[in-house]
């Protein structure tokens, strides 16, 4: 693989694993965190209906909402990228060099499962949690705890991916393994 190729190659796996280890652990999770604790305070200036956590999680949701929509496309960008560059080696490969590969492809197909379906299904059910209607929103707070964890679990598996990747990345394949 050519310099080029090989810093593209690095570039989107960095870029991966820093934009999803950043947004998991230091954007989501003290925005979550903090709202919940704002809207059990009486003197919380958004005055929600009910002093309850619930309602902080619920702004917290509609909070990172527009970055949901971007999260999940920038992970497929970066592991397909990630995953095009290490197809790029030519035969023979070595085991750390197969290995990246059968790492990068699942963590490509994680973040294809996570941008294209389950996503989705977990923002209709956060949207059907609060409706009007008891039933129905009764029905999607049994659902929305299952589905959002698998896609936390995914987005999870799917940083493991992409760290298991990052780290075999110093091990490149050998020379006479790359293609002129």
Known sequence: MNAFLRSVHLFALS????????????????????????????????????????????????????????????????????????????????????????????GLALACLNAFYLADRVHEIREERYAQDREVAAAAEQQFGAWHTVSLLTDMLGLLCAAAALATAALPPKRNTLQP
């Open 15 to 106: 870029l991966w694993f820093g934009s999803v280890t950043f947004f998991s652990f230091f954007t989501a999770l003290p925005i979550i965190r903090h709202l919940e604790a704002q809207a059990t305070r009486p003197t919380y200036w958004l005055q929600t209906q009910v002093s309850e956590k619930k309602q902080g999680t619920r702004l917290a949701g509609d909070a990172l909402e527009p970055v949901f929509a971007k999260y999940f496309y920038l992970q497929v960008l970066c592991a397909a990228v990630a995953f095009l560059t290490a197809r790029s080696w030519s035969r023979p490969l070595g085991r750390s060099a197969t290995f990246r590969r059968v790492v990068l492809f699942g």
